[in-house]
Every structure is written in structure tokens, then in C-alpha cells.
């Protein structure tokens, strides 16, 4: 059985967007864990770790799929060596700077690139449209720690109910 990890974002919490959809789709290959973080609208690092290792007990997944400031979340949690993955997902992340403060916290310590490149499997997914996250930091992460990107013209920040075949398509193959 696989062990599959959903990280959600800010003002978000594990039923948001494609999270309820994609868990029906994934179920079949085994545990999934999805927390919903506390103080989503005024989200701090350090809650959110201290949360993340208080209740996620085995923190070794197969996959680990995460949206917006989820994605920044884990890079940095694997950074830090409290999370390991052996693919990640990162949809309408960034690891740029952020125009609210409190989402800033999420990048100190500084993101290791240099350990995202250690992963088996790195997919980064972004709409050129997304009015939050900047697609430039997504072709960093791909120059910079050898991900794989998927960019999309008009999908804005994936607030959707469900993801495109070609992203459940990586997912399903990161599973197999």
C-alpha cells in the first residue's frame, strides 16, 4: 500500500478545491493523510510544523500533493528533513516572496533547493493566468532543482473541483 500525502493552502483546508475529488481517484492505492492546518486565513510556519508533526505521525509518504502555499509548505518541511517524499506535486506553489507577511513565514528557514533535487520525482504544475503565484517561480523550480514542469494557459490558481487528466495521469504514474 502507498502512502499519499494532500497538503492544502492558505484559506484552504484538506475539502477545498480538488482535494475531496482527488482522494475518490487515489483511495485505491492506499493511505491518504490530509490535514487541515489550524489558522488557515492567518497561517505561521511554525504552527503549521509544529501541527504537522504533533498529528502525522510517519512522516514518509510515495506521493505528496499540495496546493498553493501547501507546496511551499513542503519544500520547505523537506528542506528541513521532517518530511520525505518520494514524489512531489506542487500545483500554484511558489517559493518566491509572498504579498501577505504571514505567508513570508513559510520561507525561513530558506528553501534547500539542493534536497528538491534529491527527490525521486519533482512535478511542477502552474497556470500562466494565476493571479497569486507567479509562473516565473515555477520555471525556476525547474531550472533550479530539476523538477518537471506542467504549465497551463488558463487554469488560474486550480480553485477546481477536479485536475486535468494530464495531472491525474502524473499522479496515477507516481503511484505505479
Request: with cysteine; charged share 20%.
Amino acid at each position: 500500500m502507498k502512502r499519499i500525502l494532500f497538503l492544502h493552502g492558505y484559506m484552504g483546508d484538506s475539502s477545498t478545491y480538488f482535494f475531496p475529488s482527488l482522494k475518490k481517484e487515489l483511495l485505491s492505492f492506499g493511505e491518504i493523510v490530509a490535514p487541515s492546518f489550524p489558522n488557515p486565513e492567518q497561517p505561521c510556519f511554525d504552527e503549521w510544523r509544529d501541527y504537522f508533526v504533533q498529528n502525522v505521525i510517519d512522516q514518509n509518504f510515495d506521493l505528496t500533493v499540495c496546493h498553493s502555499l501547501g507546496g511551499t509548505f513542503a519544500m520547505n518541511l523537506i528542506s528541513q528533513g521532517v518530511l520525505s517524499t518520494r514524489c512531489l506535486v506542487t500545483i500554484s506553489s511558489s517559493h518566491g516572496p509572498k504579498s501577505i507577511d504571514c505567508l513570508n513565514t513559510f520561507l525561513s528557514p530558506k528553501i534547500d533547493l539542493e534536497k528538491l533535487k534529491e527527490l525521486e520525482k519533482y512535478f511542477v504544475i502552474q497556470s500562466f493566468d494565476d493571479p497569486y503565484t507567479h509562473p516565473e517561480f515555477g520555471t525556476l523550480l525547474v531550472k533550479q532543482a530539476n523538477a518537471i514542469g506542467l504549465f497551463y494557459n488558463n487554469l488560474g490558481h486550480f480553485e477546481v473541483s477536479e485536475l486535468p487528466q494530464d495531472v491525474m495521469n502524473i499522479l496515477i504514474s507516481a503511484l505505479q
